[in-house]
């Protein structure tokens, strides 16, 4: 058995690789210090290909600069989980439809037309049908800080400073973020991952899972980071900036809204729920700050229909308010079931993630609000999950096939010290692919159930299922 570690005194990398060779097997363990990481198992003809193929792996990672050590000296680094307190509402109750108990407190919502995505501090993330009906479940190694959207693919940012890919049956780590970055927030557009943390810095990663910039706010504790096609914006305890999106150069800062606790983006604004209990609508081409929403509490989070015709915010008194775009304020009512730390609306329904882990679905049409403000609203439906659910995990095993016709081509080649994916089948151009890092092998095909162009981003991105061919 040979324990090699990597810890770079800068804060970079913190893993560990192991790898044990018992007769014609070869396992190799490897992650992050402090945890129990991930095992691949490889049988070999003989007990020299074994040994041949350990020493060559053993190679790779000492030239890369990891080095003989012994397991449990270094620790795992620490982790800050959001801390935040949740009062009663006093307003009237909201028109909750349905709501699901996901099992502990909940940051990441994401919501399109086919389903809800919720994940919790305990690494849980289920699948919920806008009809109430659970219809999936992944199983993370830590506890889930966001969940995000680029065109087709979902994505989930985690405590164990990875960035796991949801759009499969299996999850897969498509970004894995340095080891002193603790991350707050996470966005992503056209591959580019932007990463705000705990000392108020954003950077930002490539789809290739390689560092781009970074810049340091002049505030700490940044729960505010979004991205578009032109620009990253991020909020932290002293306000609200914009960053090029080519080269982290600063284009302007707002520091009217600080102790920023939550961000959002439409077309032309971004939005910054604050403690200073209100959301601001800030103009994307200069700062400046076009309105202002007041409410009653710290704002723990924000969100807008489309164009950002009306705007919602949820307080740390579990009640989520109603402006229209000027500012003024159309409604307040409690949730019932804790603070929302995040929310999204989509077609006249309102859908948060609040601090007890509870997934509401909101009615919040005129007419269900204007009854709700009477005092009269539907009974909630309790939805339940499946006994037979069973969690899915993220997972390095990938099933082999012979057959190639079934889906589309890709390999694995190396470019100076670099395993780049390309498209190996005819009609795509010779561009690079999105594909989970742990799995590449030199030389190495895969069939994919198919690839997609990434908007202006100049890669594709794989998706489905991955089989190597054999």
């Not at 501090?121 to 959207?149: E, M, W």
Request: hydrophobic residues 35%; neutral net charge.
């Amino acid at each position: 058995m040979t324990y090699l570690e990597l810890s770079e005194d800068d804060g970079g990398s913190h893993k560990f690789y192991e790898v044990t060779v018992s007769g014609t097997q070869v396992t190799i363990t490897y992650g992050r210090i402090g945890e129990a990481g991930q095992t691949k198992v490889t049988a070999f003809p003989t007990e020299a290909k074994a040994r041949a193929a350990a020493d060559k792996k053993i190679g790779e990672k000492t030239r890369k600069g990891y080095a003989p050590a012994v397991r449990g000296v270094r620790q795992r680094r620490a982790i800050t989980r959001r801390s935040v307190t949740s009062s009663r509402s006093t307003a009237r109750q909201a028109p909750v439809l349905w709501r699901f108990a996901s099992g502990a407190a909940a940051f990441g919502v994401f919501v399109d037309a086919e389903r809800c995505w919720v994940g919790n501090q305990r690494g849980d993330v289920y699948t919920v049908a806008h009809s109430g009906a659970v219809t999936n479940r992944f199983r993370l190694p830590d506890g889930v800080k966001c969940i995000v959207a680029d065109d087709f693919w979902i994505y989930a940012g985690c405590d164990d400073g990875r960035v796991y890919d949801l759009s499969g049956k299996v999850p897969r780590s498509a970004y894995e973020i340095a080891a002193d970055v603790d991350i707050y927030w996470l966005d992503i557009r056209d591959g580019i991952l932007g990463v705000s943390d705990r000392d108020g810095r954003i950077t930002t990663i490539d789809y290739e899972d390689e560092f781009q910039w970074a810049r340091t706010g002049r505030g700490g504790a940044a729960w505010m980071v979004r991205c578009d096609h032109d620009a990253v914006y991020h909020g932290h305890s002293n306000g609200v900036a914009r960053y090029d999106a080519s080269d982290g150069s600063l284009v302007w800062e707002n520091k009217e809204a600080d102790d920023v606790l939550f961000g959002w983006q439409e077309r032309h604004s971004v939005y910054a729920g604050t403690a200073g209990r209100a959301v601001y609508r800030l103009a994307k081409g200069d700062g400046r700050t076009e309105a202002v929403y007041r409410c009653d509490g710290y704002v723990y989070s924000c969100a807008t229909s489309p164009d950002g015709r009306h705007v919602f915010a949820g307080d740390n008194y579990s009640s989520v308010y109603c402006f229209d775009a000027s500012g003024e304020r159309l409604w307040k009512l409690g949730t019932g079931c804790g603070s929302a730390l995040s929310m999204q609306f989509l077609d006249d329904r309102l859908y948060i993630v609040t601090t007890d882990g509870t997934l509401a679905c909101i009615d919040a049409s005129p007419a269900a609000i204007a009854a709700a403000r009477e005092g009269t609203v539907p009974r909630p439906v309790d939805v339940k999950a499946a006994a037979t659910l069973a969690p899915v995990e993220p997972s390095v095993v990938v099933e082999t096939t012979t057959e190639a016709s079934g889906g589309v081509l890709v390999e694995c080649v190396r470019e100076g010290d670099r395993l780049r994916v390309r498209v190996a089948t005819p009609g795509y151009e010779d561009w690079n692919v999105q594909f989970p890092r742990e799995i590449r092998e030199a030389g190495a095909r895969y069939v994919v159930d198919g690839v997609r162009r990434s908007g202006r981003g100049g890669f594709y991105r794989a998706y489905g299922e991955i089989r190597r061919l054999v």
